[in-house]
């Protein structure tokens, strides 16, 4: 930066004399001089002026001397803060000063840098050459040299510059110094190639373009051609790029609807699509085309393209023509063949008036038909409706007088809110009623819980049926939902109540009296509307004496009990339950059973059946099994076990062959002790499984257990 000396001098020479011969009077007014006094005044006055003129310099010197330093400073901070790096290089390219951009540039210090050879930090040989031989275009041309190389960072990283250089003369020997700005262009370079593999790739996609395509410059030069256009129309490269769109070809292309096209409707519209053309072309003769033609402005040439695609449509055109000439004859021959028509559906309506009055007695005929079926149908519904009254509820089958009594019963019951006691024999059907009870209430939507008392281990009945939180005790590691919290809103029934530990009775009383419990664990008090349905083949009365049953317990149980009776007491429902059971085991095993014997029939209703229906159910799965043919046989040998209580003309009921047993009469605890004890002999002691007691004896094998703890057996 330099200073203008004639804006730095306040005053100019002249003026610095007046102010310094006045100055110097008002000091000489009384000094007297030994000379003559004037030629002493003059001399004094010459020196005096000229001594102020010397300190009045002096400080104006000073003050741009100060100026000088400032712009220097300033000079140096702008070098070392610009954004590009700015670096002096001596004619054999060290580097001799450096600005921060610079140094960062190439991650080193600017102390190392200095002296440094810049071709160090170059990439390669060809590089360095480049590089060499820029610096002597910068000392032997004049103006602004450049030239591009690959520059090492001091992390590894390889980035693109762009170096401009020119050369200064320096110093009082005027030496040549080079200064130099080194730009990164390394994201430039890369957009570029991106830009380049881009237009690659749209070059080849408009190669791969089945229509012929040109570009065209805003003059109407064509910029380049695919190959398709090249081949259509019989032209090379080098007879098409650059030439007007009007010239190419012996003018083929000099046609007054393209001149409409690219001269009227293109300047006014981007885009132009279906523009229809039909002209004579020298080597392919008569044409029709369909040119979509859209401007595109290019940032690279600064100006607008011109994109035109023909699709060739004379062979489209032409069989239009002939399916318009097709369509014409077909008209003809369609007027011809509607006049025939006419006069054929002249004819069928006559037939059909004809046919309606026939269609009307017709209908008259099947109204009747169809009320008679609509009857049929209805006392179809209404005799099915008789039968399942008279023979079964739910899955209840059966029609004897006892069973009538169960149907009642259960109608009466089943609406209401009420708990309900089932009374029975083991294999009765206590969960059957149990469940048609579920269906017919107005819970059936709820689910019906089932809980068998004899199933569950007596030190978790209590979390089983109330639940219990994660470690109400050890082993309990999460927590559980009760079996009375998961019939919220539905029913619960209790299988075996006579089963259940005393120390738990109370809890079910509450649950029955208040509708409330606490979970195992949890002080917390959950309130639930549940239904109880229990069942038990105990004497709930004898286990009241006895201790092991709570009377009040009992007393909010029985509020509607339900005796179900043994198959012994109604066997005539028998043959009834055989064919129920022979349907749902063909189905099951696979077999066509269709007959059962009279005197089959006969066995089974003399058998006294200690296991009720259970028990036949298993017997009539077995023999089903075991059957050859499409009847069924009975396998089994019952044994025969006199009854105590029943008439002694009703003992033959318990045999196959009617023989008298000769032994006294046993009642029927004893009874079933001692046929369990001999089924269990029979099969080896053996409970579960195919060959087991439990199968059978037609019992569950929890029930079975239950059984032998109940009568004390134990194996010998």
């Known amino acids: 930066?330099?200073?203008?000396?004639?804006?730095?001098?306040?005053?100019?020479?002249?003026?610095?004399?007046?102010?310094?011969?006045?100055?110097?009077?008002?000091?000489?007014?009384?000094?007297?001089?030994?000379?003559?006094?004037?030629?002493?005044?003059?001399?004094?006055?010459e020196l005096e002026v000229t001594q102020v003129e010397l300190e009045m310099q002096n400080d104006e010197l000073r003050h741009a001397q100060v100026e000088l330093e400032r712009s220097r400073d300033k000079y140096l901070e702008l070098y070392d803060f610009a954004p590009i790096g700015y670096f002096t290089f001596d004619e054999r390219g060290l580097i001799r000063e450096v600005n921060l951009a610079g140094s960062h540039l190439l991650g080193i210090e600017r102390g190392p840098l200095a002296r440094a050879p810049m071709s160090r930090f170059i990439v390669d040989a060809e590089g360095r050459t480049v590089f060499s031989r820029h610096l002597k275009n910068v000392l032997q041309k004049e103006g602004m040299q450049e030239c591009e190389v690959k520059l090492t960072r001091s992390n590894g990283s390889v980035i693109h510059t762009r170096i401009q250089s020119i050369a200064v003369a320096s110093g009082e020997n005027r030496n040549r110094e080079i200064l130099s700005s080194i730009l990164d262009v390394s994201v430039a370079k890369q957009l570029e190639l991106a830009n380049r593999e881009a237009r690659e790739f749209a070059e080849n996609i408009v190669e791969t373009l089945r229509e012929p395509l040109v570009v065209l410059e805003a003059g109407l030069k064509i910029l380049t051609a695919n190959h398709c256009f090249y081949e259509m129309f019989q032209v090379t490269p080098e007879e098409t790029v650059g030439k007007f769109i009007y010239d190419l070809g012996n003018r083929q292309w000099d046609n007054p609807r393209l001149r409409v096209l690219f001269e009227e409707i293109l300047p006014r519209h981007t885009v132009i699509n279906d523009y229809e053309v039909e002209h004579d072309f020298p080597h392919i003769g008569h044409r029709i085309f369909l040119l979509n033609a859209r401007q595109i402005f290019r940032g690279d040439i600064g100006s607008d393209v011109i994109l035109l695609a023909m699709e060739d449509i004379t062979e489209r055109r032409q069989l239009g023509n002939d399916l318009q000439k097709a369509h014409k004859e077909l008209e003809s021959v369609v007027l011809e063949r509607t006049a025939e028509l006419t006069r054929a559906n002249k004819q069928l309506t006559e037939e059909i008036a004809d046919r309606k009055k026939a269609e009307m007695s017709l209908q008259e005929a099947y109204g009747e038909i169809k009320l008679l079926k609509d009857r049929l149908q209805e006392e179809n519904i209404y005799l099915r409706q008789e039968v399942d009254k008279k023979y079964n509820f739910g899955e209840i089958i059966g029609q004897s007088q006892a069973l009538s009594i169960i149907f009642s019963q259960v109608q009466q019951v089943a609406p209401m809110n009420a708990t309900v006691l089932l009374l029975g024999e083991t294999g009765t059907g206590k969960g059957v009623v149990a469940r048609a009870i579920h269906r017919s209430s107005t819970r059936k939507d709820r689910s019906l819980i089932t809980v068998n008392c004899t199933t569950l281990p007596a030190t978790l009945v209590e979390s089983e049926l109330f639940g219990r939180e994660k470690g109400a005790f050890t082993g309990s590691d999460a927590r559980q939902i009760g079996r009375f919290e998961l019939a919220n809103g539905g029913t619960i029934f209790l299988d075996e109540i006579g089963e259940m530990p005393l120390e738990l009775q109370s809890k079910l009383l509450r649950v029955i009296q208040d509708g409330e419990f606490e979970r195992l664990g949890s002080p917390r008090t959950i309130k639930t509307d549940v239904r109880i349905i229990a069942a038990t083949n105990r004497n709930l009365k004898e286990e009241i004496r006895n201790g092991k049953f709570r009377e009040d317990l009992y007393y909010r149980l029985n509020v509607f009990?339900?005796?179900?009776?043994p198959l012994r007491q109604r066997k005539e429902d028998i043959p009834l339950l055989v064919d129920h059971f022979v349907t749902k085991f063909n189905a099951k095993i696979g077999k066509k059973i269709e007959t059962v014997s009279s005197n089959t029939l006969t066995l089974l209703q003399k058998y006294h059946w200690p296991g009720n229906v259970r028990e036949l159910e298993s017997v009539i799965e077995r023999a089903v099994i075991t059957s050859q043919g499409n009847s069924l046989q009975v396998l089994d040998r019952f044994e025969v076990f006199p009854v105590a209580g029943e008439q002694t003309d009703r003992t033959e009921e318990g045999g196959l062959e009617g023989r008298r047993s000769g032994q006294d009469v046993k009642g029927l605890v004893e009874v079933e002790r001692d046929h369990i004890v001999?089924?269990?002999q029979k099969t080896g002691w053996r409970i579960e499984g195919k060959n087991g007691a439990a199968l059978i004896l037609g019992l569950n094998a929890s029930t079975l257990r239950a059984r032998m703890r109940k009568f004390g057996i134990v194996r010998k």
Not at 19 to 35: D, G, I, N, Y
Not at 561 to 565: A, E, K, N, S, V
């Open 1 to 45: 930066m330099g200073i203008d000396k004639k804006k730095v001098l306040p005053v100019v020479v002249d003026e610095l004399r007046l102010l310094a011969e006045e100055q110097l009077a008002e000091r000489t007014s009384s000094v007297e001089f030994p000379l003559g006094e004037d030629e002493a005044r003059r001399l004094v006055h």
């Open 561 to 565: 009990p339900i005796t179900l009776p």
């Open 678 to 680: 001999r089924v269990l």
